[in-house]
């Protein structure tokens, strides 16, 4: 017997290529996520949670069920294959220029960040405790949106409450201004101070959306590490929606492994992957 049957017939669930596929196309339909054809092993034990929690004795049971009446279940179709790796102050060359922007924009009546892959926080707070250091009195005027697909991830974001290694490499001075320390029963704990918490607006955005609820006029926009699960097509038709909410020197920020090239009538490299949108006077 070859490894893959044998993995297939040490499963609680049969896992077809058909059924394998099928999750495929109704997760790009619904997410625009292009899942890898060597992701088959993480789809099962992901989607196998949902088999025994709506009590399907099969894949192809689950997804007709899904499609045919998914209502609130679709949603935890799509939260169960995003995946949601973060930490504070990640890929931390981009901090120093986003401060050093928003400098240039203090002058502003407003200034608009939108990071459009929250997760569970760690970004857009450490976007938040940027604009805190580099504006001072001033970062009353900023107003950040965090949003992100998974309605789970969200919840954990507005919390803001962490276990102490999750902040661990950030400085004693941002430890002690940023968070308070968890007593008694939160021990270990650390949670984002009020204050804080009350300059990100969280909501839950499908960037598959027609149209996006964030302000126009936007300075910043984060979106980082999301784009690699959608195909080129995808992601140019997010780009083009991004653009017009931009003004002409705002700053689109992106992941390391990402790259915009194929989108550059609609956006320009600056280096270190970030972007200016293209077309605009600048």
């Not at 950030?170 to 007593?183: C, E, I, N, Y």
């Not at 918490?197 to 149209?211: G, P």
Request: net charge positive; hydrophobic share 40%; aromatic share 10%.
């Amino acid at each position: 017997m070859d490894n893959a049957k044998l993995a297939s017939s040490a499963r609680e669930f049969s896992f077809s290529n058909s059924d394998f596929e099928r999750v495929r196309k109704l997760i790009y339909q619904h997410a625009g996520i292009s899942l890898s054809p060597v992701k088959q092993d993480m789809v099962y034990s992901r989607l196998a949670r949902r088999l025994r929690a709506t009590g399907a004795t099969s894949f192809s049971e689950y997804l007709d069920a899904l499609e045919k009446s998914g209502g609130g279940e679709w949603e935890r179709f799509v939260n169960s294959l995003t995946t949601n790796l973060t930490s504070f102050f990640r890929e931390a060359h981009h901090f120093p220029i986003l401060a050093d922007h928003l400098k240039k924009c203090s002058t502003r009546a407003s200034v608009k960040i939108w990071c459009s892959a929250a997760s569970t926080g760690e970004e857009p707070y450490s976007i938040a405790m940027t604009v805190v250091e580099a504006l001072a009195g001033a970062a009353s005027n900023v107003t950040i949106v965090a949003s992100d697909l998974d309605t789970n991830v969200l919840e954990a974001a507005k919390k803001g409450v962490y276990s102490f290694d999750r902040v661990a490499r950030l400085s004693p001075d941002r430890l002690k201004r940023f968070f308070l320390k968890g007593t008694g029963s939160q021990v270990g704990l650390v949670s984002v101070r009020p204050e804080l918490r009350r300059m990100i607006d969280f909501r839950r955005i499908n960037l598959l959306d027609s149209s996006y609820s964030v302000p126009n006029g936007l300075d910043v926009i984060f979106c980082r590490n999301v784009m690699i699960y959608f195909d080129k097509p995808t992601q140019y038709k997010i780009l083009k929606k991004f653009h017009p909410l931009m003004n002409s020197d705002s700053l689109l920020f992106a992941g390391h492994s990402e790259s915009f090239l194929h989108a550059s009538d609609l956006f320009k490299s600056l280096g270190k992957t970030v972007y200016a949108p293209a077309g605009k006077g600048i």
